[in-house]
């Protein structure tokens, strides 16, 4: 008996980058207390050290073998380490992006650093999640940290608003996706993922059974694309972008879809793997929503924020798709478009956060007429960043396409594709018409940049390389189809 | 019909009528009131099925500490009545209509030949010498740490999140401030001037 | 004796109630915050249900969670409700409208 009890701590070295994380957080956050005005300026180098030493420990952690710990709610692998390693690298650049933000608009506070480093764990958590429990706390460590940040404008009724929004929304997502795990939870006996696959993948499982199970299923679909903005559960997406400082939309539209994707691969590929049959036909239907509305919609707006947040509804169509072939290149296109979206992303609201000035959002498409006048060489790092989006060869975002399609014709549905295709080709002229207003239109406001040199290089950085990795793709497609 | 059964349906009945309740209350503060009648049938239920711990914790924590929040932010915000319930009976029927084909269709995925008695059997009654809350423990700290660290993780942000959004800097607000009144000399407050006395002048 | 199916039935029915709250009260913010609490506490029925006739106490170690968790996000929201009404002096928003393009 009394063997069922135990807590193994020779095991702890699997988790030590979220322990060194947790504990590096709470540091910070006492720091912080303490700095006067003039040092303030440490909490953010800070943030980035422990970030980096995190981010080397998970990538010592690449290459070791499957472990399985806390009694099968957590679990290290491949998927799970590259993509630690990734998510922090991708906080770092955002990072830097932000920083000159924060200062310029009174929001550089120690609460917002501390904010990000927790969401970052909840991140973490929910990547290497192996029992609905952690996944669960891993997902609201991430949502309640990020509610707080879009919050903390907070003089900004557009930003509390959009917090609000978020908040409700992602409650009752929540609510929903207990629901759904509560029907899992009742039907296996368990609730560990280990426990919940070898069940679902029982042969001669009863009627009731794959019933209960399905019906579970649809609520937890529900639950992960709410938290995907997936349509028809995407009313929060364009709000929340538009609505949240410029700082927490970049983070916000980046490194998450990251952990949900990886819980989504937690839950239905490694979990109820067995039951893609039916957990597939939900996600064609979401995900031909979200790539149609998406590229539509997006074509009336004039904000910036709301054209790059129904852009990214469509990106995760593009990803649900990969999820409908049901094969492992099909995942692994998936993940590849995760990574790519993510450098996309991290350099468009760049560049958007670059032209901001004290007291002064630009956030209006008309906002960056006659950028190539003045600053040729960001009007052209825009160029590529929205060729890419676009999908246009040879950047990155054309092969992301492209896999991601080749996989869902070499499945069989060729429709699918066919339909993806058509509002790929819709939504380049959004894209198009951003680089027409760069290009061709003069500008009536005066167009200085004022950001610091380090993010001026990361940035340059981040779009050169959408070109580089686009012109060889090969190493991150392999990285990809190797997580699975 | 059974005790268990009697008290089950007479539990039941009051949770469900409260929760409608409270849906359709116009005065935020009743409504909180009707969900703390929700939470107390919710909390009996749970008796009935054993989970003496979450029970007595509902109770405790939700209608102790939670709902009296609500009516807090409730009577200090004066935000008793909305000023937007134009829109309410417009949607009404159209909300019920859904829910109804909602309930029914749960009804039916969860009947009787889903988890009726005979799939699955109401297990045996634990003595009187079982502790749920020993048992809980156990596996809290055991099976379980993990996830209990976690739930700390979440507790640290909402005492963050709190402060970061709500705490209003210094104003209104007299501090004291501690290392001046301890550095303080007596030569900073008292000032001791000599002074001659006139009448002795007038001498 | 009730079954397993009259416990699910009847948290499927208070949360069904939650889902309608949330449909007529779209304005009114408190109270829909009010009806989460109720989803959250028919998800937890169904846990402890489950716990009790499958003989295993993930489920309501599951529940203990979900309370902390909930506490926490009362915190916060009402945080950021506290927080609307400052700014804005009235805090009544259309939680599910997008209707700007």
């Keep these: 008996m009394n063997n069922m009890y135990t807590f193994d701590t020779s095991t702890l070295w699997a988790a030590l980058p979220e322990i060194f994380l947790l504990s590096a957080i709470v540091v910070v956050l006492l720091l912080d207390l303490f700095l006067t005005k003039p040092f303030k300026q440490a909490t953010y180098y800070l943030t980035q050290i422990s970030l980096f030493i995190t981010g080397v420990m998970a990538f010592n952690l690449i290459d070791q073998p499957q472990t399985i710990i806390f009694s099968g709610s957590f679990i290290l692998d491949n998927m799970a380490s590259v993509f630690k390693v990734f998510m922090i690298g991708s906080t770092m650049v955002a990072m830097v992006y932000t920083r000159h933000y924060l200062i310029q608009h009174a929001l550089f506070r120690g609460e917002y650093f501390v904010l990000v480093l927790l969401s970052v764990l909840g991140m973490m958590v929910m990547v290497s999640g192996y029992s609905l429990l952690t996944l669960y706390l891993g997902l609201e460590i991430l949502s309640l940290s990020l509610y707080t940040l879009i919050a903390i404008a907070r003089e900004r009724a557009g930003a509390v608003e959009a917090a609000l929004k978020y908040f409700v929304l992602g409650a009752i997502a929540s609510g929903l996706l207990l629901y759904g795990m509560s029907m899992i939870y009742g039907i296996s006996g368990s609730i560990n993922i280990t426990d919940i696959a070898n069940f679902a993948a029982n042969a001669d499982l009863a009627s009731r059974e794959t019933l209960i199970l399905n019906f579970g299923l649809v609520f937890l679909v529900i639950g992960i694309a709410f938290k995907l903005g997936a349509v028809p559960f995407h009313m929060w997406v364009p709000d929340v972008y538009q609505g949240a400082p410029t700082s927490v939309t970049l983070f916000l539209s980046t490194v998450p879809k990251v952990a949900a994707v990886a819980m989504l691969v937690r839950i239905l590929v490694d979990g109820l793997g067995a039951m893609h049959a039916y957990w597939a036909d939900l996600f064609m239907v979401l995900a031909v929503l979200s790539i149609a509305l998406g590229s539509v919609v997006a074509l009336m707006q004039t904000n910036i924020k709301r054209l790059l947040a129904y852009s990214t509804i469509s990106h995760v169509g593009f990803i649900m798709l990969g999820f409908v072939t049901g094969v492992i290149s099909g995942y692994g296109a998936a993940v590849f478009y995760v990574f790519v979206y993510i450098l996309m992303s991290l350099a468009a609201f760049g560049i958007v956060i670059l032209l901001n000035k004290k007291g002064f959002e630009a956030d209006q498409i008309s906002d960056f007429k006659g950028l190539s006048k003045h600053s040729p060489w960001f009007a052209l790092m825009m160029l590529v960043v929205m060729l890419s989006m676009a999908g246009v060869p040879p950047f990155i975002g054309f092969y992301a396409k492209f896999f991601i399609l080749q996989q869902v014709i070499s499945a069989g549905f060729v429709t699918l594709a066919v339909v993806a295709v058509v509002f790929a080709v819709i939504s380049a002229y959004y894209y198009l018409q951003i680089i027409k207003s760069m290009y061709f239109e003069e500008s009536d406001k005066d167009i200085t940049i004022v950001a610091p040199m380090d993010m001026q290089l990361v940035l340059s950085i981040n779009a050169v390389l959408i070109l580089v990795v686009g012109i060889f793709p090969d190493f991150w497609i392999k990285l990809s189809l190797s997580l699975f | 019909m059974g005790s268990e059964q009697i008290i089950f349906y007479f539990l039941s009945f009051w949770l469900i009528a409260s929760s409608l309740a409270m849906i359709f209350s116009r005065n935020a503060a009743k409504a909180v009131l009707f969900l703390v009648l929700s939470f107390f049938s919710v909390a009996s239920i749970w008796i009935l099925l054993e989970a003496e711990f979450l029970a007595i914790t509902l109770i405790l924590v939700y209608v102790g500490a939670v709902m009296v929040l609500f009516l807090f932010v409730i009577k200090m915000l004066n935000i008793d009545k909305s000023t937007l319930r134009a829109k309410f009976a417009g949607y009404l029927p159209l909300g019920l209509i859904v829910a109804l084909i909602i309930i029914a269709e749960m009804m039916l995925v969860l009947g009787n030949a889903q988890f009726g008695l005979d799939v699955m059997p109401a297990p045996a009654r634990h003595g009187a010498d079982y502790s749920n809350i020993t048992e809980l423990a156990l596996q809290l700290y055991t099976t379980y740490v993990y996830p209990f660290e976690l739930a700390a993780v979440l507790l640290l942000i909402a005492i963050i999140a709190a402060i970061t959004l709500v705490h209003k800097k210094e104003i209104n607000r007299k501090q004291q401030s501690i290392s001046e009144q301890v550095n303080v000399r007596a030569k900073d407050r008292i000032r001791i001037v000599s002074i001659t006395s006139p009448s002795k002048e007038n001498k | ?101």
């Design chain 3, 1 to 101: 004796m009730v079954s397993l199916s009259d416990y699910l039935i009847l948290s499927s029915v208070i949360f069904c109630i939650g889902l309608v709250g949330i449909f007529v009260n779209r304005t009114n913010i408190i109270t829909l915050l009010m009806c989460v609490e109720l989803i959250l506490a028919a998800v937890n029925t169904n846990f402890i249900a489950f716990s009790h006739f499958l003989g295993n106490e993930a489920g309501q170690i599951f529940v203990f969670f979900i309370l902390t968790v909930a506490a926490a996000e009362v915190a916060i929201g009402l945080a950021i409700l506290t927080l609307l009404f400052r700014v804005r002096g009235s805090i009544d928003v259309d939680v599910t409208n997008s209707l700007k393009g």
